[in-house]
């Protein structure tokens, strides 16, 4: 692996921790209804492990009320149980042709409690951002060994690994203080 490729590819990991990050940010409640927070509520679609937005249409009809309407109406009662063992905190109400849930206003307890859940998202994601510096050094110090770069390029290569891990662990402070001020909202 040459020294290009080795930035490359520790730039890449570092987005991708932020990506992942933002991505799980998008499924925790904040009070307004969106579609993101089923996608880890998953049913037992003959015999497969099966997300709820692959079985159901679902909608957003008020801004703080979802709309699940099945595909096959005798799915209705296996959703409902899915979503009943979520962590959503939400209890479905089915009309006969599909399932509403209804967002409540969180209180100042709920919202405290999903900032600390930020908190520790974020703190994550910096672990994975400094554990692809780490191993992107690793390799440029085996690189050293092997005689393939000099000393003077590894000192340069860290500062620039550390440049980039600077940057990415600032995006996910940033990324993270959105999504507080977002929850914190009332």
């Known amino acids: 692996m040459s020294v290009h490729q080795i930035l490359q590819d520790a730039e890449h990991r570092m987005k991708a921790a932020i990506d992942a990050m933002t991505h799980d ?86 919202r405290k409690e999903m900032v600390k859940q930020v908190h520790a998202r974020i703190e994550q994601a910096r672990i994975a951002i400094r554990n692809v510096r780490r191993d992107a050094i690793d390799h440029l110090k085996a690189l050293e060994k092997k005689k393939e770069i000099t000393e003077d390029e590894v000192k340069g290569n860290e500062a620039k690994v550390q440049k980039h891990t600077d940057h990415f662990v600032a995006e996910a402070d940033e990324v993270g203080k959105k999504k507080e001020a977002e929850l914190m909202t009332v």
């Not at 579609?35 to 249409?57: C, F, K, W």
């Not at 801004?63 to 209705?76: F, G, N, T």
């Open 25 to 110: 940010f998008g499924t925790y409640r904040t009070g307004r209804a969106t579609t993101t927070v089923l996608e880890r509520v998953h049913i037992d679609y003959y015999g497969t492990d099966t997300p709820v937005s692959q079985v159901a249409n679902i909608s957003v009809p008020e801004p703080r009320q979802l709309y699940i309407q099945p595909y096959d109406k005798s799915m209705i009662p296996l959703i409902e149980r899915a979503i009943l063992k979520s962590d959503l905190g939400i209890s479905p109400v089915n009309d006969g042709g599909g399932i509403r849930l209804n967002f409540p206003q969180m209180t100042e307890d709920r």
